[in-house]
């Protein structure tokens, strides 16, 4: 079992940057893939961005494309959103989760353990 817990949430202006992080337990980490996920008020959760477990490649949807970054520290269970140029529809619950290696189709779906999230605001 994995355990995820999120930080870095908080309230910025547009345009601005946050960058999120989320601490892993559990010795099988660098075993995951990883995504990050958002959720705003009345919307449903919507995929962000996903990390190979090596790291060596990601996704992301086509709205943060080239704004956004996910990378991973695989000795230090971490993985890390870095977000630039926010605007106010980023606002939302910011989630990340494990996806097994074994999972197929989409890397938009197929994950197992999520975090409680951490909120993202951003102002205008």
């Known amino acids: 079992q994995v355990q995820l817990v999120e930080s870095g949430g908080g309230l910025v202006q547009a345009g601005g940057s946050l960058r999120l992080s989320c601490a892993a337990s559990?010795?099988?980490?660098?075993?995951?893939?990883m995504g990050w996920f958002r959720q705003a008020p009345g919307k449903e959760r919507d995929f962000v961005a996903f990390?190979?477990?090596?790291?060596?490649?990601?996704y992301y949807a086509d709205d943060v494309k080239g704004r956004f970054t996910i990378t991973r520290d695989n000795a230090k269970n971490m993985v890390y959103l870095q977000m630039s140029s926010l605007k106010p529809e980023d606002t939302a619950v910011y989630y990340c989760?494990?996806?097994?290696?074994?999972?197929?189709?989409?890397?938009?779906?197929?994950?197992?353990?999520w975090g409680q999230g951490t909120q993202v605001t951003v102002s205008s």
């Open positions: 559990g010795r099988t980490f660098s075993s995951y893939a």
């Open positions: 990390i190979h477990w090596s790291g060596g490649s990601t």
């Open positions: 989760a494990t996806r097994p290696v074994r999972s197929l189709g989409a890397v938009t779906t197929g994950y197992n353990y």
